[in-house]
């Protein structure tokens, strides 16, 4: 393929469509690669109310709604594509696809988010996809008058614990520390809700059951004891690890998996930008996703423009 875009964008959530938006409408000939559907994060969360000028939003609404917005600037989205082999050091970027397509840039912004973090604990293979979830709006339709258990303290975790009242008889929060990562409003939420309760300074140490999850292993960090707590399943809401692996010794990554950039979103590499939960920073939210993703569009228009 002979075809030279001006940006190409690797990842298709809440930063790669707000750059693509950005790009497009700066009249850039944008390009968006995306591994998996378009969207991103944002179509697994069930509700978005903190969002500026929206009341509340579904987040695969949110998700076609800068899709649409995109596509209307001139955008080119393709998803779902398997990326073999990046070539960013060149003046002219390029990937090559596992089909053997080859695309050209002559800027690069890297979105590719990240995956939910597991536990790493003896039985999570085996027990993923029966009765081990991270997504609440995937898979709380599922737990209908079920027992759960959700692992993590911070908003994700508080949030879906209250959304998945709405479908399980009961819900337990484990975390192991005495208090909540979380704002005060999702702590005060989770704690006046009748089915659900709390251990506190505590972790999962195992997964157990027969075909499908029916218990899990927790142990008291204080005082050592160990536990078995009957579960018909696990949502596990401890952060997600950015999707870096493929970029290993192409970019410069910190000791956390994450690119490293400036206040422009410039990586070590000349016209590589990066964007999202991929990057180094504090907060990961919609916002500052779509944030970094406005700010990477607006610098690769300004190197295609200077060249700086």
Known sequence: MDKIFDVMILGAGAAGL???IYASRGKLDTLILSEGVTGGQMVLTNEIANYPGVETIKGYELSAIMKRQARS?????KANVKILKYS???EVKSVELEDGRVFRAKTVILAPGGK???LNIPGERAYEGRGISYCATCDADFFRDKRL????GGNSALEEAVTLTHFASQVTIVHQFDHFQAFAHAVEEAQKNPKISFIMESELRAYMGGEQLEKVKIENLRTGEMQEHETDGVFVFIGYQPNTEAFNGLVEINERGEFVVDQAMKTNIPGVFAA?????????QVTTAVSDGTIAALSAIEYIRTGE
């Open 73 to 77: 600037f001139g955008c080119t989205m």
């Open 88 to 90: 960013l050091n060149e």
């Open 116 to 118: 939910p973090r597991s």
């Open 18 to 20: 707000s750059a693509g």
């Open 149 to 152: 258990v959700v692992v993590g």
């Open 276 to 284: 999202g939960d991929c990057i180094a920073k504090r907060y990961r």
